[in-house]
């Protein structure tokens, strides 16, 4: 797939506690790394997995909003990306009701791609994750 046209979403969630206070931060960056939209908002009490899939979800969500054809995720969770992927099975009840979400908006897209990034390649999500946790109330 050509970058041209391509829209980078890089997406994170973060719990504090184990399920504990949750949010989530994605990034939409061109293919020169622009940023041109992003979400940054609390979504409640969960666990860290769910929370990495809600950044999934709602960075999807706003795509198709968008009307954005060719996306590229790029998460830093292996899990959600392997699950997605369908290399891992998704045992958990909470997250397969997340998969199946996610599996279902996929085919808005004409081009759509996930894949796992180190923690340092995707400060930006991760930055704006923990800005709605530190954000007051």
């Excluded at 504090?16 to 940054?40: K, T, Y």
Aim: aromatic fraction near 10%.
């Amino acid at each position: 797939m050509s970058t041209k046209d391509t829209t980078f979403i890089y997406c994170d969630g973060s719990s504090r506690g184990n399920p504990g206070p949750a949010a989530i931060g994605v990034s939409f960056q061109n293919n020169d790394g622009i940023e041109f939209f992003f979400l940054s908002e609390k979504i409640g009490t969960a666990t860290n997995n769910v929370a990495e899939w809600q950044a999934l979800y709602r960075g999807m969500e706003e795509a198709i909003k968008q009307n954005l054809q060719k996306i590229r995720f790029r998460l830093d969770s292996e899990l959600v990306v392997k699950q997605m992927k369908g290399e891992y099975k998704v045992k958990n009840k909470d997250l397969l009701v997340f998969k199946n979400k996610c599996e279902s908006l996929k085919t808005s897209f004409q081009n759509f791609e996930i894949q796992y990034v180190p923690r340092e390649q995707n400060t930006r999500a991760d930055q704006l994750a923990n800005l709605a946790q530190d954000a007051k109330d």
